[in-house]
Each structure stands twice: as structure tokens, then as C-alpha cells.
């Protein structure tokens, strides 16, 4: 039931672009992509609900594809500061908010 | 606003004793969830409250229990502490059960020895 992110793991140079893509095998009411830097809490990015929108603030947008239970992150212009683990956790359809996250996407920034 | 608090930070425990971590909600938030994390892995879900009731329960055993009191916050305990259990244990507040944006507290880092 854990949603796959691929990639691994990612190196970029400041102000190179990035896709992290999310898939689950389980229909999803919604998707959720948090960043954790180490040793520190998971930081909310954003959240997107079934009906294949798309959503972003800054340089960091989302989309979630319902039909193909998948969702993809993108970081564009990448910057220091987006370094970090990224996160999906999703939300099946139907229940409570109970959040099963993927086993993570390790980003590293360089300069 | 303060956001979400846990406490304590660190805890050092031996095989079979029992523990207990607290978390108040962000201002505003009515359901917390909590979440294991262990080294290297993504957060694993083991109960949400809301309403002072236990509402959802990930794959944890019944040694995982806990309660949400009338302000919101809530408490996590953990009998006969096994090896395994080493984590940073992560608290989530949310307001009401629908898709709404979880916000996690700093986590308590759990050592069994």
C-alpha cells in the first residue's frame, strides 16, 4: 500500500529543474508532499485533491493524475534552500486522513 | 500561533519499560495524528484522534496506545519497549478528519537501549 517515488535520490546544480514522481496501486482522494531537511520536522508543500488539478507556489508546483494514481513534483530553478527529503504521503479514498508515505526522494543542491 | 509542540525532545529507555510522549496542537487544529519514523524511512502511521476517540489506526500492535483530552491534545504510550521501537516519533494536527494539510511538530526521538 506505499505509494513508489522514484527517484532515489536526485543531485542538482543551483538553478537546474527536478521531477519526483509519486505512484500508488490504491485509488487516491488525495495527494501530499511534505520536505524534511535533517533532523528536522516534515514541512508541508502542498496538497491536491482528486480531479487532476494542479497546484504550485513559487517555483514548486504539483500535479496529481487520478485516473493513473499518480502525482509528480516539480522543482524548477532549484535553489540551496530545496535541499532535503521529499515526501509523498497519500490518502486513500474514503477514509479518515490517515497519510501512508512513500519512502522518500533525497534532493541535494549544489552550488 | 504556535505551531505544533512535542515533548520531551529525547528519551532514553531500556528493553520492556514503558514511555510516554505528549503533543499539543497548532492553534486551531482538533485532530492529531501520530507517525513513526524510523532512520532513513518515511513517517508510518499509527493513530489519528479526533473527537477524544481513536479513529483510524495504522499496523502497530496494541503495546501503541494513546488519548486525546478536551483540548485537543493528545498522548502516546508505548508498553514493553522492544529494540525495534528506536524512532523519531512525529505528531500531526489537522483540523477535522477530511484532506485537510497536516502540520507536524519537531518529534520525539526515541532510544531503546
Known amino acids: 500500500q506505499q505509494p513508489v517515488q522514484s527517484p532515489q535520490a536526485v543531485i542538482l546544480r543551483e538553478g537546474e529543474d527536478a521531477v519526483i514522481n509519486c505512484s500508488s496501486s490504491?485509488?487516491?482522494?488525495?495527494v501530499h508532499w511534505y520536505r524534511q531537511k535533517h533532523g528536522e520536522a516534515p514541512v508541508f508543500l502542498m496538497i491536491?485533491?482528486?480531479?487532476?488539478e494542479q497546484k504550485g507556489h513559487d517555483k514548486i508546483s504539483a500535479s496529481f493524475n487520478e485516473k493513473k494514481q499518480q502525482s509528480s513534483l516539480y522543482l524548477t530553478a532549484s535553489q540551496l534552500s530545496y535541499s532535503g527529503t521529499y515526501f509523498c504521503g497519500t490518502h486513500i479514498s474514503g477514509g479518515y486522513n490517515k497519510l501512508i508515505f512513500g519512502a522518500g526522494t533525497r534532493l541535494a543542491v549544489h552550488p | 500561533d504556535a505551531g505544533v509542540t512535542q515533548s520531551p525532545t529525547h528519551l532514553i529507555k531500556t528493553r520492556g519499560q514503558q514511555v510516554t510522549l505528549r503533543c499539543s496542537p497548532k492553534s486551531g487544529h482538533d485532530t492529531v495524528s501520530w507517525y513513526q519514523q524510523a532512520l532513513g524511512q518515511g513517517p508510518q502511521f499509527i493513530f489519528q484522534?479526533?473527537?477524544?476517540?481513536?479513529?483510524q489506526r495504522g499496523n502497530f500492535p496494541d503495546r501503541f496506545s494513546g488519548h486525546q483530552f478536551p483540548n485537543y491534545s493528545s498522548e502516546l504510550n508505548v508498553n514493553a519497549l522492544l529494540l525495534g521501537d528506536s524512532a523519531l516519533y512525529l505528531c500531526a494536527s489537522s483540523f477535522g478528519v477530511g484532506a485537510n494539510e497536516q502540520f507536524f511538530g519537531p518529534g520525539t526521538r526515541l532510544t531503546v537501549l
Open positions: 490504491k485509488a487516491l482522494y488525495s
Open positions: 491536491l485533491l482528486k480531479g487532476g
Open positions: 484522534y479526533y473527537e477524544e476517540e481513536e479513529r
